[in-house]
């Protein structure tokens, strides 16, 4: 969500090279995956010599790896995507869990950033709003879900990468412009803002 351009360059390149060398190599599960490793340690070194965070940058590289062994174990090029489905339904169902236990993760995130920690979740109007454009995050994973797993039961591999290209940071833009637009509108006439909590007022 905050990854910014180093993480949608992650999400990006080690599975177009691993389609790119799957393709070339004759759809050789081995050389698509050598292609996305070297990929994926290309993104790494650049991403470490701009100054990301060396723990993000393992996670990206990690995920690539983990990616490439499912699909040497299984000999299935599709299931080198299994992991993206995988984690996209498990991100649907923490999203929606967060809004119905009002711990919102986008409030989580906020705040996180805005060095709020939890004081949000003390103003009932943020709380509510952040639950609203939380739902619009949500529909994000059930619309990655709804298209993975067709293409992956039907093992189009050039289709998944098409998809996981143009539902990575285009989809994740849409949702950030769309999000900050819902949470605005909930917000009650007279509100501070999302830097500015509104605390209950004790009696």
Same mark, same amino acid.
């Not at 100054?51 to 062994?69: E, F, H, N, Q, T």
């Not at 529909?139 to 797993?149: C, I, M, P, Q, S």
């Given at each position: 969500?905050?990854?910014?351009?180093?993480?949608?360059?992650? $999400?990006?390149? %080690?599975?177009?090279?691993?389609?790119? /060398?799957? !393709?070339?190599?004759?759809?050789?599960?081995?050389?698509?995956?050598?292609?996305?490793?070297?990929?994926?340690?290309?993104?790494?070194?650049?991403?470490?010599?701009? /100054?990301? @965070?060396?723990?993000?940058?393992?996670?990206?590289?990690?995920?690539?790896?983990? $990616?490439?062994?499912?699909?040497?174990?299984?000999?299935?090029?599709?299931?080198?995507? !299994?992991? +993206?489905?995988?984690?996209?339904?498990?991100?649907?169902?923490?999203?929606?869990?967060?809004?119905?236990?009002? *711990?919102?993760?986008?409030?989580?995130?906020?705040?996180?950033?805005? &060095? +709020?920690?939890?004081?949000?979740? @003390?103003?009932? $109007?943020?709380? @509510?709003?952040? &639950?609203? /454009?939380? *739902?619009?995050?949500?529909?994000?994973?059930? !619309? @990655?879900?709804?298209?993975? #797993?067709?293409?992956?039961? &039907? /093992? +189009?591999?050039?289709?998944?990468?098409?998809?996981?290209?143009?539902?990575? *940071? =285009?989809? #994740?833009? $849409?949702? !950030?412009?769309?999000?900050?637009?819902?949470?605005?509108?909930?917000? %009650?006439?007279?509100? =501070?803002?999302?830097?500015?909590?509104?605390? %209950? #007022?004790?009696?």
């Amino acid at each position: 969500m905050l990854g910014g351009r180093a993480g949608a360059i992650d $999400a990006t390149l %080690p599975p177009v090279a691993f389609a790119v /060398g799957w !393709l070339l190599g004759g759809e050789s599960i081995w050389v698509g995956v050598g292609a996305a490793l070297v990929t994926g340690a290309g993104v790494a070194v650049w991403r470490l010599r701009r /100054g990301d @965070r060396p723990r993000s940058v393992l996670i990206g590289l990690l995920a690539v790896c983990v $990616a490439a062994l499912i699909a040497l174990r299984t000999g299935r090029a599709e299931d080198f995507f !299994l992991l +993206q489905l995988l984690s996209n339904a498990a991100s649907t169902l923490a999203w929606a869990v967060s809004i119905l236990l009002r *711990w919102p993760l986008l409030g989580v995130v906020v705040g996180a950033a805005l &060095g +709020q920690r939890t004081r949000w979740r @003390r103003d009932a $109007a943020l709380v @509510r709003a952040y &639950g609203r /454009g939380s *739902w619009v995050w949500t529909a994000t994973y059930v !619309l @990655r879900v709804a298209v993975f #797993v067709p293409l992956y039961l &039907g /093992g +189009q591999v050039v289709a998944l990468v098409a998809a996981r290209v143009a539902l990575t *940071w =285009p989809l #994740v833009a $849409a949702a !950030l412009a769309v999000s900050w637009l819902v949470v605005r509108r909930s917000l %009650p006439a007279g509100h =501070p803002g999302l830097r500015h909590p509104v605390e %209950p #007022v004790e009696r």
